[in-house]
């Protein structure tokens, strides 16, 4: 091996070394793309066996193909060393943004809701990272986040390096099993690393430190997690339960998967709704701590309501042993359903609002078809019946209820009827322009992938459309119920799909770098309404829906409608198309607008100190439904309840008084 090539592959730089391996940028001629090489000491080769060992394991890890994994593309040995070759990524690592101060919460959950299925499936095949932190997250040239270096500690495992009673891993990140040098650690390791890299995300500080790293891996194995709440109190406070059951000292307490993490946190930022922190793109400052006053949050069940949203490795691999440790490591920088039978329903009836019982984790969906006293018409005009998500400690449950309450309020949200299915984390729920069909994006019970689905207003006949192995959501039916806009992470980012009824010709609309999310099609077919942050922060857009026939003309066919600095998401058309309603965060506060269908005339609506969110027009277009968290006498704890007010944005009542967060409100026309 010399300093200028090694093996075929010639060397440009050298990006950093440690005790165990010295990594290279290089270019490989006879593909002609830059790489990353880690090269591994010449004393590996003094074990008969490691070489084969190596060998194993490198394959293994080869063989980890996911679009968030960093591809291994060769090993060898070049005089007496042994090496890998790997992509090279030109973005930098986490670790390097973290430089700067804290992640903004939406960045935070776009970076790891992309990462979490690629762990997930190194999981599934048995492959446990090990070694997880944010050095090793790195990211592309355009800002896509990958996971790096997976089995990279196990193969200087194979040379044994290690023993019973010592650890692998680097101490800030390590999970307390790792730091008792338990030698069957499995991927539930993994996530409590995931925990750390969520925390340092949110504060720009790691939650244990200590002058020696053996004094870090004492505090992981001892030590309480501290409150994330006390470093940035603005966060939305589940976001604390996430990083709590992230970080159990007990593995069984943990997540299971990555997505139920993720999607837990999802879950947190769009329950909570109310602040700026949820949205914001650029980086907040680190807050100082505050006195420990506020109550932590239960955390739901894995499968809890949730919804919606980035180089090389630096840092050291620590094994400790019973007498000491020994620091080692490296860098990389840089229409109709198909028959399906109906399920057995159960009817509650009730006058007065009724108190919810949580349903058993992860197994439960709850639709309620409402028969209460109809008192008076409709509100708002259709059938009089509300759809929305609801529920208590997190749970992602659908209901219905009467809208039929116009003279007495005291019906409304009365009248429920569950009947169980097997999805959990059910959310934004989208009613056909016929009024028979539902779309919502969920979770199956067996599996961490969202995906859409569809069933029948009443409840049967439910049918999975999309099953992509990413996160499937935010559907949205055309007006004449023949074809569905979604959003899919399938190809990195957020980004409009298109299909047709039965869940078949999915494609790609919008193809950018940037996240594209809740379309909404014009009644008279002709426009889609999403929001994307492509200028910096979320604004709402038009597409010329006539692209959907060429496909490659959409990214040509957008127009902007919003242009403020503040943030512009969840859009709607009215009925006759002529308004649109959107959630906007100009004036500090999540509130709800409206404006003309061209984007101007815009006007703030609410002005409620809380969370205005989805906003939806009713079927006559006289008024406007959606979700808040505004305190009232029937709602003192300020959780997310569903209000409805005139286009003036005047005479606002609430309408639903159920336990628990209640969002995503739809009528069924």
């Given amino acids: 091996m010399s300093t200028q090539t090694i093996g075929r592959y010639e060397v440009k730089r050298e990006l950093g070394r440690g005790g165990m391996s010295t990594v290279y940028h290089a270019y490989d001629p006879r593909f002609k793309r830059d790489v990353a090489i880690k090269v591994l000491p010449r004393e590996m080769l003094h074990d008969t066996t490691f070489r084969l060992r190596f060998e194993r394991e490198a394959e293994t890890i080869a063989a980890l193909e996911h679009p968030a994994i960093v591809p291994v593309y060769d090993f060898g040995e070049d005089d007496g060393q042994l090496y890998l070759v790997m992509r090279y990524m030109g973005g930098g690592s986490l670790s390097d943004r973290l430089e700067k101060g804290p992640i903004s919460l939406s960045k935070t959950v776009d970076v790891l809701q992309r990462l979490a299925p690629a762990l997930d499936k190194a999981h599934g095949l048995g492959v446990v990272h090990r070694d997880l932190k944010s050095a090793n997250i790195l990211f592309d040239e355009d800002e896509n986040g990958f996971l790096s270096d997976f089995g990279i500690v196990k193969l200087t495992e194979t040379r044994g390096m290690t023993h019973t009673g010592s650890m692998i891993g680097t101490p800030a990140y390590m999970s307390p099993e790792q730091a008792r040098g338990d030698p069957s650690v499995d991927g539930r390791s993994d996530l409590y690393s995931l925990g750390v890299i969520l925390f340092e995300m949110l504060t720009g500080e790691l939650p244990f430190e200590a002058d020696t790293p053996m004094g870090i891996a004492i505090k992981h194995i001892t030590d309480p997690v501290p409150r994330v709440l006390h470093f940035q109190p603005d966060l939305p406070p589940r976001c604390e339960a996430v990083i709590m059951r992230a970080m159990d000292k007990e593995p069984d307490n943990r997540y299971q998967t990555a997505e139920a993490m993720i999607s837990d946190l999802m879950s947190a ?7 700026r922190a949820t949205m914001g793109g650029l980086p907040g400052d680190v807050a100082a701590r505050p006195p420990d006053t506020k109550e932590l949050p239960a955390v739901g069940s ?79 005009g259709g059938s009089g019946i509300l759809i929305f998500v ?45 009024g028979k069909l539902l779309l919502f994006d969920a979770r199956p019970a067996v599996g961490p992938a969202r995906n859409v689905y569809v069933v029948n207003v009443d409840g049967t006949g439910q049918k999975q459309l999309t099953n992509s192995g990413f996160t499937d959501y935010s559907a949205s039916w055309s007006p004449d119920g023949s074809r569905i806009l979604f959003v899919s992470t399938r190809n990195n980012n957020p980004q409009l799909y298109v299909m047709k009824a039965d869940g078949s010709l999915q494609l790609r609309v919008t193809r950018d770098r940037y996240d594209d999310l809740s379309p909404a099609w014009s009644p008279d077919g002709k426009k889609i309404l999403f929001h994307s942050s492509r200028n910096g922060n979320p604004d709402i857009y038009t597409l010329d829906a006539a692209c959907l026939s060429n496909l490659d003309t959409c990214n040509a066919a957008q127009i902007s409608l919003t242009t403020d600095k503040g943030n512009d998401y969840n859009a709607v058309w009215s009925p006759d198309g002529s308004k649109i309603v959107f959630v906007s965060e100009r004036d500090g506060n999540p509130e709800i607008y409206i404006m003309k269908s061209d984007g101007s005339g815009q006007a703030r609506l609410t002005q409620s100190p809380y969370a205005d969110s989805s906003p939806r027009f ?45 969002l995503d409100p739809v009528f069924v026309p």
Avoid at 622 to 641: A, V
């Fill in 390 to 434: 609801g529920g208590r400690e997190g749970q992602g449950l659908l209901y219905s209820t009467s809208l039929k309450c116009v003279d007495t309020p005291d019906l409304c949200g009365t009248g429920l009827t569950q009947f169980s299915r097997d999805t959990t984390d059910n959310r934004r729920p989208s009613v056909s322009p016929n």
């Fill in 302 to 380: 894995e499968g809890g309501a949730r919804i919606p949203l980035w180089g090389w490795i630096t840092g050291g691999v620590l094994a400790v042993g019973v007498l000491g440790f020994v620091l080692f490591g490296g860098s990389l920088t840089g229409g109709a359903l198909i028959n399906i039978p109906p399920i057995a329903v159960t009817t509650v009836s009730s006058t007065q609002p009724p108190t919810l019982t949580p349903v058993a984790s992860g197994t439960q969906i709850v639709l309620a078809t409402s028969t209460p006293r109809a008192v008076g018409p409709g509100l708002g």
């Fill in 269 to 275: 930022v769009s329950t909570d709704l109310g602040g």
């Fill in 618 to 662: 009713s079927p006559d277009g006289s008024l406007i439904i959606f979700s808040s968290k505004r305190k009232t006498i029937d709602n003192p704890s300020g959780l997310s309840q569903i209000f409805v007010m005139e286009l003036t944005g005047n005479n606002v009542r609430q309408v639903t008084k159920i336990d628990g967060a209640n």
